[in-house]
């Protein structure tokens, strides 16, 4: 997989549709682990919603970067079976988007919409967060610890901003560094590290 859609941030919407109130959200999301956080906190922000239909698209755990294997799930919560999670996941399906998390939060005030009244309103709570958004290309990247002696440990941060990566350094015993690195370059970067510190560096 060289390169995937997904939002380019966090994004919200409202939707308003005979008395009942469709509040979406959507966030980029890497893991499962960081979808389910992000439907955690939406049902923490909003304890009074009627419901709150979450759906996401993420790369399946345990699985490579590069693989392309997703992890799609959603839920009703309590909505007619189909009218909701489904129709809230295939937005993100039909807008061809992973490593992503949506989550609506209803609040019903009127009547009953029905089936295709509820799929209808989801589809648009989600899609409109998507819009606010905004969608971008991305390529798949993965995690490089690198842990080294102080010594070398200015090496290594020239190395890592020279190649334009993002990084947190952490400053105790020994030096680590945090790196985020497209699939594609991460094996040339370990082996510009190795090469730069003669091999004194500890990946994984």
């Known amino acids: 997989m060289s390169s995937y859609r997904t939002v380019a941030g966090e994004g919200e919407s409202r939707v308003e549709v005979d008395g009942s109130t469709f509040l ?6 890497d893991s499962v ?3 389910e956080a992000f439907v955690a906190s939406v049902n923490e922000a909003y304890p009074d919603g009627r419901h709150i239909v979450p759906a996401y698209r993420v790369p399946a755990e345990g699985s490579a970067p590069a693989s392309g294997r997703l992890r799609e799930w959603c839920s009703d919560d309590g909505e007619p079976s189909g009218s ?14 992973r490593n992503v998390a949506s989550a609506v939060v209803r609040y019903k005030n009127g009547p009953n919409l029905g089936v295709g ?11 409109a967060a998507v819009d606010d958004a905004g969608v971008v290309e991305q390529r ?3 995690r490089v610890a690198v842990a ?4 070398d440990s200015g090496t290594v941060r020239g190395v890592l901003e020279s190649e334009g990566v993002e990084f947190e350094a952490a400053y105790e015993e020994r030096v680590s560094f945090d790196v985020r690195v497209p699939v594609a370059e991460a094996d040339a970067l370990r082996d510009r590290l190795r090469s730069a510190t003669s091999g004194r560096v500890d990946l994984s």
Request: charged share 20%.
């Open 117 to 127: 009244g509820l799929a209808r309103s989801y589809s648009r709570a989600v899609a």
């Open 84 to 97: 909701s999670g489904d129709p809230a996941l295939n937005v993100l399906v039909q807008r061809d988007l």
């Open 148 to 151: 080294v002696d102080y010594d």
């Open 24 to 29: 979406g959200f959507v966030t980029p999301a």
């Open 140 to 142: 798949p990247h993965e």
């Open 33 to 35: 682990g960081a979808a």
